[in-house]
């Protein structure tokens, strides 16, 4: 009985240590998702079409990973979830964001989530080539949004409510399953594992953080904005990549 019970404690400190990790509360924030939305395929309850972690291959080493997608007779729903904790500061045209935490001793920056869902929602648009309506909704599981303007970034709570939103446009039962169809087709069809998208992400990081551009592998320059300097990619206009100088 000692024995299990160490072995139970052990279990526990080491998924404690785990979720608090990026990856845990990432892994975290979308498993609460999940569980408001529904598992993949067709809810009858809720007359909706969900596809978890639909990973699309932009180029050869270039991914990029929705979390959730919601079809419903209103539209297609792009939900990006971020699982951050602290108080979130942004606007919808903002390049990044501000997380703060202890009472304002940190902060930290991170890239806007609606401009990262709006890029997911383009690469989906050129796959479909539908003409359906498709909203980009961003889900804070935990942090205080108050801050936050814009009006599709929402709590976990909300989410529900979000995607009954009466809209002029009513999807037949038909369209939303053949539009389901075809992302289930994109998802099955690809041959870049979650792992590979990880490391994917992390090459690009290391490649920011020596100064190359992570999209056409130019360098970074020093440039001189409007209202700070930020180093940008040598290829502009071609590449508008950017990267602020801390």
């Known amino acids: 009985m000692e024995a299990f019970m160490v072995i139970l404690m052990v279990f526990i400190t080491g998924a404690v240590l785990i979720l608090r990790t990026p990856t845990g509360k990432g892994w ?8 408001a939305i529904g598992k993949n ?37 792009v939900i990006e979830t971020k699982n951050y904790s602290g108080r979130i500061y942004g606007t919808e045209t903002q390049h990044e964001w501000t997380q703060v935490l202890q009472y304002g001793k940190i902060k930290n920056k991170f890239y806007n989530p609606i401009k990262q869902n709006a890029t997911h929602i383009y690469r989906l648009e050129k796959l479909l080539e539908t003409n359906l309506p498709i909203y980009s909704v961003v889900v804070f599981i935990q942090a205080n949004i108050d801050n936050v303007r814009a009006s599709n970034v929402i709590p976990c709570k909300n989410l529900r409510f979000f995607l009954k939103i009466h809209t002029s446009t009513s999807i037949s039962p038909e369209k939303m399953k053949e539009t389901y169809q075809k992302i289930l087709e994109i998802k099955e069809n690809s ?14 990081q290391e490649k920011v953080k020596y100064n190359i551009c992570p999209r056409c592998n130019g360098n970074l320059v ?25």
């Open 28 to 35: 975290l924030g979308e498993t609460i998702i999940k569980i």
């Open 191 to 204: 041959t870049v594992t979650a792992q590979e998208h990880i490391m994917n992400i992390y090459t690009m």
């Open 41 to 77: 395929g067709y809810d009858e309850k809720k007359n909706h079409y969900v596809i978890h972690d639909l990973i699309i291959e932009v180029a050869p080493g270039k991914t990029s990973q929705i979390d959730h997608i919601v079809i419903n007779q209103n539209g297609i729903f």
């Open 222 to 246: 020093l440039r001189h904005g409007k209202y700070s300097d930020f180093m940008g990619c040598e290829n502009f206009p071609n590449c508008r990549f950017r990267k602020n100088i801390e």
